[in-house]
């Protein structure tokens, strides 16, 4: 029977695919709940969606039961201008990519899965941060039952891979497959595209991902490596060779992710003084004035009267409506 969902309910489930806070995906899952039509053709998914809202309810609410959780966080808050995580097979160089980029101080060890949690860190470029989250090794003997869980609020995905190992053909096979059981489907589509990303359903996770060669100083010939890896493999994920050791190609990795997330800086300013030119709000493209505003404050966003505007595109203290798309270097003046 088709489903013949409703444009509310449609309306509710775009709004918890941007969604990256727990409690506005709870509150987006409620209305796809209260709007979705009720008969045959749509009970797998109400039900689907009421397992999705006890778990979101649990999680948002774990703080206030004070010594309720009894192990280390599995799913890591966004901060930041966006969340990457650090996927791979073991002894790939995940760990030590993450320290150096991040100065975490993760924990490297020459054996495998010596990450265990999610280990979040912060990645400077230009004036903010990409939060890059490093995540045990993706393998059939060692199974990570909450993977799909850690990967809910990721924006993408590192996919690191040590091509010197043997079998590295066969592993990257084998993470795209164990993810796909976790309904993880990995694409080389990032957000900057400018490409529709097709999702089965609203609980498939499709993650942009970026493969990265580690250890690219021990292969002088690592851009044809990973062409051939991609044919074997037949993936076509967009391709970056770095190295921890010599520093080769991370201030380029930072400047590929502020691209292809389509980060949008916004500053701001109170009337009568200078602009704030050292913390901005961060957006994506085709944002808007009142999705700005509602990140300073929601209070704000509820009283928003207008904008004034100084910017890049020929803007110049123009008064601006909370429609209007901003664009990155953007200063905003907002009235209440």
Not at 11 to 36: G, H, N
Request: proline residues 8%.
């Amino acid at each position: 029977m088709p489903a013949n969902l409703s444009p509310a309910y449609k309306t509710a489930e775009e709004q918890y695919r941007r969604a990256r806070e727990p409690s506005d995906k709870l509150d987006a899952l409620k209305e796809m709940l209260r709007s979705i039509p009720k008969h045959k053709g749509t009970e797998h998914l109400q039900s689907d969606i009421k397992a999705k809202i006890k778990e979101l309810t649990e999680e948002v609410s774990a703080p206030s039961r004070g010594g309720a959780r009894t192990g280390p966080a599995t799913v890591v808050r966004t901060e930041g201008a966006g969340q990457i995580a650090l996927l791979g097979p073991p002894n790939t160089g995940k760990s030590t990519l993450h320290s150096i980029s991040t100065g975490s101080h993760t924990q490297i060890g020459e054996y495998p899965f010596t990450t265990q949690y999610p280990i979040p860190g912060m990645m400077p470029v230009r004036d903010i941060a990409i939060q890059l989250v490093d995540l045990p090794p993706i393998a059939v003997e060692h199974p990570v039952p909450w993977i799909s869980n850690a990967l809910r609020p990721a924006d993408g995905c590192l996919l690191v891979v040590d091509l010197s190992l043997p079998g590295c053909v066969e592993r990257v096979v084998e993470v795209r497959d164990l993810l796909r059981e976790r309904n993880v489907h990995l694409t080389p589509r990032w957000p900057a595209d400018g490409e529709e990303v097709d999702e089965q359903d609203v609980f498939t996770k499709v993650l942009p991902t970026l493969l990265v060669a580690a250890k690219a100083d021990k292969d002088p010939d690592v851009d044809e490596d990973l062409a051939i890896l991609e044919e074997l493999a037949e993936v076509s994920f967009p391709c970056l060779a770095v190295s921890a050791e010599t520093a080769q190609g991370l201030d380029v990795l930072g400047e590929w992710l502020f691209e292809h997330l389509g980060v949008v800086r916004v500053y701001t300013k109170i009337p009568g003084r200078d602009p704030d030119m050292r913390r901005p709000y961060t957006v994506r493209h085709g944002a808007t004035v009142l999705e700005v505003a509602r990140l300073v404050h929601r209070e704000i966003a509820d009283e928003f009267k207008f904008a004034r505007l100084w910017g890049a595109a020929d803007f110049d203290a123009q008064q601006v409506g909370q429609e209007h798309v901003v664009e990155d270097g953007d200063v905003l003046e907002i009235h209440v």
